[in-house]
Every structure is written in structure tokens, then in C-alpha cells.
């Protein structure tokens, strides 16, 4: 089945305390996309500018991404992020941000994309993601994405939305901040409590952790000796959950979850090889399954 | 099997934002003692001060702890540290530190224990972990605790104390201290080559790693909705890994390792459950029985 991602489609600047990177292919829906379309058919909703490279509209199409719903803006300015990470690559700070043409997007699905039964709203503004959310008819199972900022500036749209959405997605950080509660593992049931039946949060370096009718699911990070450039690991890790999720023809969401999310660990495990997306790219489908059998190994006693 | 713990014996001031907790029984080897009783014959190496409280003394005989080797100095100051915890429980510092009868203490084996065959050196300084070391006749396996103040310290003694161990347990920032490493999985190589076959980093509420001949092994913490202190939780940890390891009739030390680990952070996360040793002190072995088997269930994919 096929997954549609709605999110940013940026050009990133990214200084490490090792290199600048000027003007990279980024944002959550570009690196979520890149991440679903290893497994499924994968559509993207974005907006980009006049300035947006045909070279990165032609890496995602070699990715066989479905564009139909991917607006371009003539003489527009594509969103532009530009951050610097520290030493231990865990702390970044933003040094721009360019909105462009997302600040007045109103996105419109193309007729043939409304249907899809597996939906991500990457991270977006909330309004940007219940307008997505308002044209879909019936998906089968959405995930929502999210990050401080909109908890900061849009708090109740994201709280609306989060009655919406069947999952929902965020750091350990964001996770303490929307629950109002410094545990990690108090916070969850706080955050089901705002809606979403599956709640999971990344933690980076230290894997993720799944909440849902279940009970909690433990996820390894995969294990890297060299972090090149953090920026995009949680989309990725959000998108191979959810392409991997719409490749499955057995068992149930709630039975597929957590070999979705080693999937997803692993996707991001590659993204943060290299900057931007250019390591993730260039990943050949049997890499991904030869470390998801490693995680296995790894957490087995 | 036998397990053999030199530390600490100690009174613990414990303040968190919630409550003060004046002189309870603490230290390095009174938590890892503890831990290790609860899967095998345990033997505690240590000194006490004459202001030692019997009611602490009896609480460890009371968990069939062999006291042979703890050195009671009458009219001497017990060893006591006073802390402080911030709000998240991860963050804390020291208030004081009276090292008593710790400071001058050349710990000498009842002839009974030097043949203990499972050894555990938790933590304190590097030349008393040697001098235990020197008494001990062919033990079967070695472990040592450490902290950040040796290597700040002691580094010397502690560089040739690795060259003498089977396995160096010690937490992520140490890791990379010692390492002289920001990336705690490309650090685990260099403390290899400073000489133990396994290296063990404890990375809290986000578990530990395992690095030994058979490659990585990445351990879950037991999730806590709440931590009331976790004042040696890795003392916890270290001894109920010794503890199990010890126990086991059949296996390699190898094979056992991984199971050894889950044991010692469920006794860990008792441990995190209530001041001092409160709460592990009332734990019954079927409860840790079944946090093992939630741990597996947790993890499973």
C-alpha cells in the first residue's frame, strides 16, 4: 500500500564543528519520503520555490517519489534552514530560518492522492497538517510528527490535531514539555491521553520507546562509531516505520510496529552517516536489511 | 559460586528536591552486596567506623551477607557522602565527603576469602582494588567499577588496575573521559586496548552497552515511572550482574553475560525505587523474576 508525507521539502545549511554544508536537499517530508519510498509506493505534499534545484527534484524522482502533490512556486523562496551542531553532534542550535513560500501554503491534494490508506504529517506546522488531514478520505492509519515549536506557538492547534491522528511522534524533550512531566515513562500515558493510541519517542543516540494498547516496546538505536550529520535522523526514522508499515500484506499495525520501528531506526542509522540526505541515498536495500538482523543480534539474550 | 565485593561502606546524606534522607546505609559495596545476595553466597570487604549503626550491620547479615572481611575501627569515622539531586534525577553533586577510616585502609583478606572465585572491585580507589586484587588466589573473574574521580585522580593505578580485569564497568561520560573519545561506541576499541576483554557502560534510564568478544549487546533499563533516588543504582547494576553470573551452573561466563546484565538492571531499578537501600532490601527474588520477564517481553521484535 502506498504512504503519503506532507512535511517541509528545505534547503538546508548545516555547519558542523568539521565542515559547512551550504543549500542540501532537507526538511522532514524530503528525508521522510526518501526514507518510506525504500519499502512503498511513496507520494510527498511539499511546496518549493523558483530557487529549488532540478537536481533535487530529479534525486527524488530516481527514488521513485510520486511529485504530483509536490507545489512549485515560481519566483517563490524555498524554506531555508541553516543550523550549527556542537562537538557531541547531540546539541544543535538555528541560526536562520527562511520560511519562503511554506509561510502562506495552503496545500490542495491532487485528486489521486486523497485515497492514501497510510498517512505521515511529517513535521509542519499543525494547521498545515489538519488541511492535509481535512482532504484525506478514510485513511487507514496517520502519524503525526511534531516538534517544540508548535507546542510554543500553536499549542492548540497541535492539541486538536492530536484527537485526529492514530499515532503520534516526538523527542524525549518534547515529550517531558507536552506532557508537563519530567519522566519520560509518566509522560506517556498523559500523551495518550491528548488522543493518539500509539505514542513513540525518539531518543536519539539511545533508540526509541513505543507506547500502545500493548504496553511499551524498547527500540535500539543502531549503534554508530561516527556521527557526520544528525539533521533528518527522526523523519527518516519516522518514514521507514511508516513505508515499511504500508509494505506489510500480514498481520496487524499494532502486530508490524515494532519491526517497523527497527526498520526506521536503521534508515536513520544511515542518514547520520552523511550530510543531508546524501548517504541515505545511496543506500541499497539489502544494507538496510543486513543491520536490521545486526539489531537483532544486539538486543538478544 | 561465591561472589567476593570490595567498595564502599558508607553513610549517605541524600538530598533530593522532594525530601532529606540523613545517614543511611550506603556505599559502592553495601548496594552491590546486597544485589549480588539475592542469586549468590555473598562476601562484603570493607571498613566501618565505630558510629556504624548495628541495625546496618544487621541488615546486611540479614541477607546472609558474610561480614568476615568488613574491618569494624572503633572511635573511626564511617565514610560518609552527602549529595544533592536536581529535579530530573540525573544531575547531582556532592555536598561533602568525610572519608573517615576510608582514608588510611589497607584492607587485608580473611585467609577463608582469597579463593572467592567471582571478584567484584566496585567502586573506590584503584589501590585498594589492587591491594585486594594481590590477595586473591586465582580468581575465576574480574570485574572493577570506577568513577570519574580516579581517573581525575588515580589515573595511573587505574590504567595499570584495567591490565589485572576480566570486564571495566563504567558510565557513558566516564567512558569517554577515559577513552579521551566523544563517541561512546568508537570509545569502547580504546578501553578494550587498555586492557579488558568486556567493557560494560551504564547509560542510566537508557540501560547499558556490552562490548565483548562476541561484539555489542545493548540492554534495556528497566522503564520507572518514578525514581525516588538512585543513589547506587550502578553499584545495583554491577552487583546483581556478579550475582547472577556466579550463580549460573551451566554456560560459559560469555554465554551468561547478556541474562546477567537484565538481572542486574531490574535490581538497579528497585533500587531506584526508594532511598538507599529501602526498597531493595524488601524485594523478593520472584519480583525480580518477573521485571526479567517484562524486560524480555519490552524488547522483543
Redesign the interface.
Same mark, same amino acid.
Given at each position: 500500500m502506498s504512504v503519503l508525507v506532507v512535511g517541509t521539502t528545505a534547503l538546508d545549511s548545516i555547519k558542523t564543528p568539521y565542515s559547512e554544508n551550504p543549500r542540501l536537499l532537507g526538511g522532514s517530508a524530503s528525508h521522510a519520503a526518501v526514507a518510506s519510498a525504500f519499502f512503498a509506493p511513496t507520494r510527498l505534499v511539499g511546496v518549493v520555490g523558483g530557487d529549488f534545484p532540478s537536481k533535487h527534484l530529479n534525486l527524488l524522482r530516481k527514488h521513485r517519489i510520486d511529485l504530483t502533490g509536490l507545489e512549485r512556486v515560481k519566483g517563490g523562496q524555498t524554506f531555508h534552514w541553516s543550523g550549527e551542531y556542537e562537538?557531541?553532534m547531540n546539541n544543535r542550535r538555528t541560526l536562520e530560518t527562511v520560511l519562503g513560500v511554506i509561510e502562506h501554503w495552503q496545500p490542495v491534494l491532487p485528486g489521486e492522492l486523497e485515497t492514501t490508506p497510510f498517512v505521515l504529517l511529517a513535521n509542519i506546522s499543525p494547521q498545515i497538517q489538519h488541511r492535509v488531514l481535512d482532504q484525506l478520505k478514510k485513511p487507514r492509519f496517520v502519524v503525526a510528527d511534531t516538534m517544540d515549536l508548535w507546542m510554543n506557538i500553536a499549542l492548540d492547534d497541535l492539541l486538536r490535531l492530536l484527537k485526529r491522528v492514530d499515532c503520534l511522534v516526538l523527542n524525549d524533550g518534547e515529550a517531558r514539555q507536552l506532557a508537563k512531566e519530567?519522566?519520560?515513562?509518566?509522560a506517556l500515558p498523559k500523551l495518550h491521553h491528548l488522543g493518539p493510541r500509539y505514542v513513540i519517542v525518539k531518543?536519539g543516540?539511545?533508540?526509541s520507546?513505543l507506547s500502545g494498547p500493548e504496553?511499551?516496546?524498547?527500540?535500539?538505536a543502531y549503534?554508530? @562509531?561516527? !556521527?557526520i550529520d544528525p539533521t533528518g535522523a527522526g523523519d527518516s526514522f519516522v518514514g521507514g516505520l511508516m513505508g515499511y508499515l504500508a509494505s506489510q500484506k500480514k498481520g496487524t499495525i499494532n502486530q508490524n510496529l515494532?519491526?517497523a520501528?527497527?526498520h526506521g531506526a536503521v534508515v536513520a542509522s544511515f542518514c547520520c552517516e552523511g550530510f543531508g540526505l546524501s548517504r541515505t541515498t545511496k543506500v541499497a536495500r539489502p544494507e538496510i536489511s543486513a543491520r536490521v538482523r545486526e539489531l537483532? @543480534?544486539? !538486543?538478544?539474550?
Open positions: 562537538v557531541n519530567d519522566n519520560v515513562v509518566a531518543k543516540e539511545h533508540g520507546l504496553g511499551l516496546f524498547v527500540a535500539p549503534p554508530l @562509531k561516527k !556521527v515494532r519491526r520501528m527497527i537483532e @543480534k544486539l !538486543v538478544r539474550f
